[in-house]
């Protein structure tokens, strides 16, 4: 029998991804299985390189291993070129041959890099109608548009389609950048070192993913001097702020579109006249054309065509270089799976000429490294375009151990694979979440199951905030989790901001826990190392220049016994945990009860002794 692990240094080095040119060193074991005591006469790896980019063939290889004794084989192969590759073994001897299942390769270029600020930190989420209203701004008179404002901040947002069946999204309550700048000081506190925002451009809707001109900041949000000075008090308090690009369709109440005549310049609807005309794609003009998903109201654009390549990315004033030049720190690519390969070819090129330690962060759902999107192989993670993605691999799986299987070694074997399949300068920066604008908040999907057991909810979310926040890559907090807010799907889980908690424990949890993560996460990015994991039980540590932090979740109804694992000269000097637990005397481990976790931080005696 072949016997190889892709996660074994024995058996395969360097771990995981590697750079273009890096060799590779592979070991198979053949081991004797049953009757069969005759060793196999040769062995092979197989490889295959596959095309990524419009005319470029697949590759293939094939090594022969070179025998150590008779039951081992050695293979090397240096991948030349970046891509995604796949591998295999097979063993022949006499009448039989035996092969193991495709591994995945992933190969970036050489000179690949990630911000590091996106690998420590926390990462806030604002939606920004609704985050916080400032009377300091008084928005202009808005006649070209059907809205309506809110009397009453944090009342209940209009939900469902009118009459006629149409959702309009057209209510507001008034958040703006003022706002946000006004609630800075609040933001340092809780330890926020990046600033995300929902679209801020002019827009038709509340949720603003319907962009009417990418060149103005929606009035009733704010002006571009409002953002320019939000990104210039956010930097003094060491807070960037990252805005979603929406770039795979507009509005079809636009500048661009002009459906239903709002503007008095000539869109895509007025004819070929239009600049933008060649933007779309009419099947019969003007009212039938491509959308996103079918939705009328958001028409999408061909992002290859030249005109709007250069009035995005190109352009000596790009909308990505102008808004750059504002002092942003980078873009969230809405919809990237949508987005072609040569819109994001272009992104990055112009992001990094522009600011080579901004961000692109792209919304893909699953593993980014191996997506296929529309019948493509997508190349996201090889070099060439996103620094980072969302994790929705990392929420998946802590919701399928805590709400359903609470298999431990299943729960880390899917995120080995991420740490396998990803290069580790985007693996250790991604953008972990529980929540977005696009999900039922944290709190509610906890309780779901619950029969409304408060207590058993809060168990669940503080054990998933537990994993959440120590995990590698950067924890990102959807505005108003930490005041224990709930919420089903949209518009639910946008209502306003709240001026008090409406949970108490689950906010005084966040702020413990956030103390916590920034005082033990900030000074390194550290080293992952997946630990013991089991019905119900997950434990993994990190790993830095003389310290450690060791994390152990007992989501299993019965009492565990944990040892820290202390080497010589090591001591816990500080912890965190939820729910319920006896610590050992000599402070060596602990016995946690059901429902309950622990973050334990670990220094070297020496580098206690000069902290104090």
Same mark, same amino acid.
């Given at each position: ?30 081991? /004797? ?6 060793? #196999? *006469?040769?062995?092979? &790896? !197989?490889?295959? $390189?596959?095309?990524?980019?419009? +005319?470029?063939?697949?590759e293939y290889w094939t090594v ?6 008779? /039951? ?6 240096? #991948? *030349?070129?970046?891509? &995604? !590759?796949?591998? $295999?073994?097979?063993?022949?001897? +006499? ?28 990462? !806030? ?236 962060i792209g919304e893909v759902w ?116 930490e005041m224990g807010m709930e ?126």
């Amino acid at each position: 029998m072949l016997c190889y692990n892709s996660r074994n240094l024995q058996d395969k080095k360097p771990f995981g991804a590697v750079a273009a040119q890096t060799a590779i060193a592979f070991h198979v074991q053949w081991r /004797q299985e049953g009757q069969q005591n005759v060793p #196999p *006469q040769r062995c092979l &790896l !197989y490889l295959r $390189r596959e095309s990524c980019r419009q +005319g470029e063939a697949e590759e293939y290889w094939t090594v022969e291993g070179q025998p150590d004794g008779w /039951q081992n084989f050695h293979f090397s192969f240096t #991948p *030349q070129k970046e891509g &995604l !590759y796949f591998y $295999r073994f097979a063993a022949e001897g +006499g009448a039989f041959r035996e092969e193991t299942q495709e591994y995945q390769q992933t190969v970036y270029k050489a000179e690949f890099q990630t911000p590091d600020w996106l690998k420590s930190g926390l990462m !806030y989420q604002i939606f920004p109608d609704r985050f916080c209203r400032s009377h300091k701004y008084i928005p202009p008179e808005i006649t070209n548009k059907k809205w309506r404002m809110h009397a009453v901040w944090g009342e209940l947002p209009d939900c469902g389609p009118d009459e006629n069946g149409i959702v309009w999204n057209n209510d507001f309550f008034g958040g703006n950048l003022q706002g946000i700048i006004e609630q800075l000081p609040y933001l340092e506190e809780i330890g926020v070192t990046v600033l995300y925002m929902n679209p801020i451009f002019e827009a038709f809707s509340n949720h603003r993913y319907d962009t009417a001109n990418y060149r103005n900041i929606d009035p009733l949000l704010g002006t571009e001097e409002e953002l320019r000075t939000l990104c210039q008090k956010a930097g003094e308090r060491g807070i960037r702020v990252v805005l979603d690009g929406v770039f795979n369709h507009t509005g079809s109440h636009s500048i661009y579109f002009n459906k239903d005549g709002a503007y008095d310049s000539l869109g895509a609807c007025q004819g070929e006249e239009s600049p933008y005309y060649r933007w779309y794609h009419f099947h019969q003009f003007p009212n039938q054309y491509d959308s996103w998903w079918g939705i009328d109201t958001l028409p999408a654009v061909n992002e290859e065509d030249a005109s709007y390549l250069d009035y995005i990315v190109r352009g000596r004033d790009s909308i990505i270089r102008h808004w750059l030049s504002c002092g942003i720190s980078g873009y969230r690519l809405d919809v990237a799976d949508e987005l072609p390969d040569v819109f994001l070819d272009e992104v990055r090129r112009c992001i990094k000429e522009e600011d080579s330690d901004a961000c692109i962060i792209g919304e893909v759902w699953e593993d980014a490294s191996n997506k296929i999107a529309y019948g493509k192989r997508r190349r996201y993670l090889q070099g060439e375009q996103l620094d980072s993605v969302m994790n929705y691999p990392l929420k998946d799986e802590i919701l399928a151990f805590l709400l359903h299987h609470r298999d431990g070694g299943r729960f880390m074997d899917r995120i080995c694979r991420l740490c396998e399949n990803y290069p580790p300068q985007v693996f250790y920066a991604l953008m972990n979440l529980l929540g977005t604008h696009d999900t039922v908040r944290i709190y509610t999907l906890m309780l779901v199951g619950s029969d409304n057991n408060r207590y058993l909810g809060r168990q669940r979310l503080f054990l998933a905030l537990l994993v959440w926040a120590f995990m590698p890559g950067i924890p990102s907090l959807y505005y108003g989790d930490e005041m224990g807010m709930e919420g089903a799907r949209d518009p639910m889980n946008r209502k306003c901001f709240p001026e008090r908690p409406e949970d108490d424990e689950v906010a005084l949890f966040y702020r413990r826990l956030l103390r916590f993560h920034k005082k033990t996460m900030r000074k390194e990015i550290m080293e992952f190392c997946p630990g013991d994991c089991g019905y119900g039980f997950i434990s993994f540590s990190r790993e830095g220049r003389g310290k450690k932090m060791f994390v152990f979740l007992n989501a299993s109804d019965q009492p565990r016994n944990v040892a820290f694992p202390l080497q010589e000269g090591q001591r816990a000097v500080d912890f965190i945990n939820c729910g319920s637990m006896q610590l050992y005397a000599d402070f060596s481990g602990c016995t946690l009860q059901g429902l309950s976790g622990i973050a334990v931080e670990i220094e070297s005696a020496v580098n206690f002794e000069q902290q104090k």
